[in-house]
């Protein structure tokens, strides 16, 4: 059987180490898991040549938003923040998708000790922003701004703020330092984007700064936030805790975490 982790880029991805660590731990021998170079208008074609030893894909920006849209059945999540990161082939040769960032997002910020009530700022509003906006919904954030580079990407998220009930502001891009203070700042954007507010951020030490990049780490803004005493969650974290749900999707069988986790700090310290 076989998986892999399909975006652009997606070169540096650790997905293969910590699925491939699963399958030996999980006794699961013939299982490979690789990575496929694929931008979002690609994704539908290479959806269609695969076989039926194909269990699943990981999918990473920028192709969220097409892999929901390709599926023949979506999970009330992913359906909710229009945003897939998860393709399950089934037995009838359909595509199932489901979104482990928000439930993976969930379990990281929980983790960092957010609890109810938070007020959070998430910068960004593609398609990791829609999981964020979600996993703020299941931790019963108070308030929620989303900071945009463009005024209409922050309206394209109102319904999902309406499916999973949150409250949404929107925010300008250049005013984002005046956001920081919040409980939660959690950065959903490309490498490089949020680079310039590191200057300028005015932390609290009591935020929870997560960061959904980890290539490479740490990022300017997540090195300011540590400077300041905040909690910081970067995107490895994230990438385990959603690989788990990614993995029992795919093989059916509970997920050899420890193993999984192990491989990831192992390739981490390597690299």
Known sequence: MRAAVVGRPVAHSLS??????????????????TRIECGAEELPGLVATLGPEWAGLSVTMPGKEEALALAD????????????NTLVRRPDSTWYADNTDVAGMVDVLTAAGVVAGATVTVLGAGGTARAALAAAA??????????????????ELRPVA??????????AWDGA??????????????????????ENFDWRPGTVFFDALYDPWPTPLAAAALAAGCRVVSGLDLLLAQAVG???????VPAPIDAMAAALTAARHSG
């Open 73 to 84: 059945e979506a999970s009330p999540v992913a359906a909710a923040v229009g945003a897939a």
């Open 246 to 252: 990614q993995f029992e999707r795919f093989t059916g």
């Open 138 to 155: 299941r931790l019963d954030a108070a308030e929620v701004t989303v900071v945009a580079r463009r005024a209409e990407a922050v309206h």
């Open 177 to 198: 330092p005046t956001h920081a203070r919040a409980d939660v700042v959690i950065s959903t954007v490309p490498k490089g984007v949020a680079d310039p507010l590191a």
């Open 16 to 33: 293969p180490v910590i699925h491939e660590a699963g399958y030996a731990a999980a006794g699961l021998t013939g299982w490979s898991y």
């Open 162 to 171: 309406r499916a999973v009930g949150v409250p949404l502001t929107g925010a």
